[in-house]
């Protein structure tokens, strides 16, 4: 079956295609991309002026599944991903048991193809359990289908653990995700290092924590040629790290977390749990650098960072409450209120979370191009809407976006040309 899709302003930062035509779909990849009328098709949809752009690839989701179903599943959180336009999600390994072997990589993979609505990519565990103490099976759970490898939440202690791991990374073309942080400076950190966490009785985490992990996870990725994401940037000192060992011709990428661009330290207000996240959200004019690196194209990749947890692990005391915030269908609507707010043009916020974080991984994804998969999104970039936790598809619904009024709103989401999602106003 055939489908087309006229009358949208056709959106591709891949090419910087910003024009009003139509897209045909045939036998789950895109035929054309076209200036013109709808091409003759079995099934046509008017997009009535909406945005049609690449369904979005996040690289950084959690699940509880397995182990942890009551906090998550693969089945709902696609279906929390497809009602916020993304497509294509990695999803992490610290899952109970950890995701360390090749068994547990390809029960991901199966149970992605039964139940998800979305594309599910296993990410391998760095280390076994997660504990830092002996490399994973890095080789074999990359031939069962493992896109990258990381330690989670915690960076791997051990310096020359990490080189080994790098170097043998290295040798079988596998990339490793590090989140940079120095435990000893970070410690039991719950917000941002500074004057607000120390009215708010609270200990801080220094952005010094963030940039000396980054200089030794750089170093290391230099020395051995591996391919390094540094994971969930927050400050625009490690995204200077990162570049200047770029520029030396090391391959390094930096993601940042689509809460991080949008909050700062302040929204933490009166103890609100659901603000509490790792790396915290920091200060004002931290936010702002960070916002200008996204503009100067040096984030590579903007993630959900969704972190189901269960009312029980919030509603405590801010200092003893989980990390962690559910973001799969606020990501789109964040990064929106850069451009409504003027840093960013529409391909700018598209480019960190359609076509780079594809290329990143080497997935067909990510643009509308001939051939491409038809993986794709209608969404109205200005639509408003309230975030009500409550009314997140997600099982876990610790949004710190809730009660928040946003712009932008998917409407329709395709995975591989099927409707995946349809917002209830087309009902």
Same mark, same amino acid.
């Given at each position: 079956?055939? +489908? ?15 024009? $009003? #035509? ?14 013109? #009328? ?5 099934? =046509?949809?008017?997009? &009535?002026? +909406? ?19 009551? !906090? ?40 992605? !193809?039964?139940?998800?609505?979305? &594309? ?15 490399? /994973? ?13 990381? &330690? ?10 990490? !080189? ?5 990374? !290295? ?30 009785? +609270?200990? @801080?985490?220094?952005?010094? /924590? ?28 490690? =995204? ?14 930096? %993601? ?21 996240? &790792?790396?915290? $959200? ?14 100067? @194209?040096?984030?590579?990749? =903007? ?14 005391? $801010? ?7 559910? #973001?799969?269908? %606020? ?76 712009? #932008? ?19």
């Amino acid at each position: 079956m055939s +489908l087309a899709i006229h009358n949208a302003r056709l959106l591709d930062p891949a090419t910087g295609l910003d024009t $009003f #035509g139509a897209l045909l779909i045939e036998d789950g990849l895109i035929r054309e991309v076209s200036p013109e #009328g709808a091409p003759p098709a079995d099934t =046509v949809i008017d997009a &009535n002026g +909406l945005c049609l752009a690449p369904g979005l690839v996040d690289l950084r989701v959690k699940t509880g599944e397995p182990g942890d179903e009551q !906090k998550e599943t693969l089945a709902t959180a696609s279906r929390s991903a497809v009602a916020g336009g993304i497509t294509s999600f990695v999803v992490m390994p610290d899952t109970r048991p950890v995701i360390d072997d090749v068994a547990l990589v390809r029960f991901i993979a199966d149970r992605a !193809k039964t139940s998800a609505w979305a &594309n599910i990519y296993p990410a391998g565990a760095l280390t076994t359990g997660l504990k830092g103490e002996a490399m /994973a099976e890095i080789g074999l759970m990359a031939e069962a289908g493992a896109v990258l490898f990381t &330690n989670g939440d915690l960076p791997v202690a051990n310096a020359s653990l990490l !080189k080994r791991a790098m170097q043998y990374a !290295k040798s079988r073309g596998a990339i490793i995700m590090s989140r940079p942080d120095e435990r000893a400076l970070a410690g039991s950190g719950v917000m941002n290092a500074g004057a607000l966490a120390a009215r708010m009785g +609270l200990s @801080g985490i220094p952005v010094e /924590a963030e940039t000396i992990g980054a200089m030794r996870d750089t170093a290391l990725a230099e020395a051995t040629g591996c391919t390094l994401i540094l994971d969930q940037v927050s400050t625009p000192r490690t =995204v200077e790290v990162a570049m200047a060992a770029r520029a030396r011709g090391a391959n390094i990428f930096t %993601t940042a977390a689509a809460h991080s661009l949008f909050f700062n330290e302040r929204d933490v207000g009166d103890y609100l749990t659901y603000c509490k996240v &790792n790396p915290p $959200f920091r200060d004002e004019d931290t936010r702002q650098g960070l916002i200008a690196a996204l503009k100067r @194209g040096e984030i590579d990749a =903007v993630v959900s960072a969704h972190d189901p947890q269960p009312p029980e692990e919030k509603r405590l005391p $801010f200092g003893e409450a989980a990390f962690g915030a559910a #973001g799969l269908e %606020t990501v789109l609507p964040a990064l929106l209120s850069l451009v409504h707010d003027g840093p960013l043009s529409l391909l700018e916020a598209l480019a960190p979370i359609t076509c780079r974080p594809a290329a990143m991984l080497g997935l067909p994804q990510g643009r509308l191009a001939r051939g491409a998969p038809a993986d794709v999104i209608l969404f109205d970039p200005g639509k408003p809407w309230l975030c009500d936790r409550e009314h997140l598809r997600s099982r876990s619904t610790n949004s710190p976006f809730d009660g928040r009024r946003l712009q #932008g709103r998917v409407m329709r989401t395709f995975v591989g040309g099927q409707q995946v999602f349809a917002h209830e106003s087309l009902a």
